[in-house]
């Protein structure tokens, strides 16, 4: 059965381009948490009334990662099982991070960008058709495009399931 997990950040402070969410597949097709898929992600600032237009980039990473806060995925069922992805600071196999303090050098080849009003938040909810698979070794980011006005209160959520 797969199960639903969501990787959180709340209210942080962040850095110019910066990545707010990654989650890594496990490396082995025949690990746990090998295979993900991207139900759902969310990005909102809570610092400020002020309005202001910024990007957001869901992407894939492959190599040279940053430096984040390691966020351990919730499962969504009462009492479920613990994902196969636990927290990582460094971008590792079957990991999740947080809001980069430095962003590694590696290239992020990009699915989707779009721009939102930072008053408004970003959330995305893709059509079954649209649903994103993480596969084995690949990370996944949810990136700001820009320099935010004011860089605290920042939230950001992805919702993923684990197929294998």
Not at 106 to 126: D, H, I, Q, R
Request: net charge negative; aromatic share 6%.
């Amino acid at each position: 059965m797969a199960s639903v997990y969501t990787v959180t950040m709340e209210n942080q402070t962040v850095v110019a381009d910066a990545t707010l969410v990654i989650v890594r597949a496990a490396t082995a097709v025949t690990a746990r948490a090998s295979l993900l898929e991207v139900l759902r992600v969310t990005v909102s600032q809570q610092g400020t009334a002020t309005n202001q237009q910024l990007g957001v980039i869901l992407g894939m990473k492959a190599s040279a990662f940053g430096t984040y806060t390691a966020a351990t995925p919730a499962p969504h069922a009462i009492n479920g099982v613990a994902s196969g992805i636990t927290g990582s600071t460094s971008g590792a196999a079957a990991g999740a991070g947080t809001d980069a303090s430095a962003e590694g050098a590696g290239t992020v080849t990009t699915t989707l960008t779009e721009s939102f009003s930072v008053v408004n938040g970003w959330l995305w909810v893709p059509t079954p058709e649209e649903r994103i698979l993480i596969q084995p070794d690949t990370a996944f980011i949810v990136k700001l495009r820009g320099t935010p006005t004011t860089l605290t209160g920042w939230n950001a959520t992805l919702t993923f399931r684990e197929i294998s």
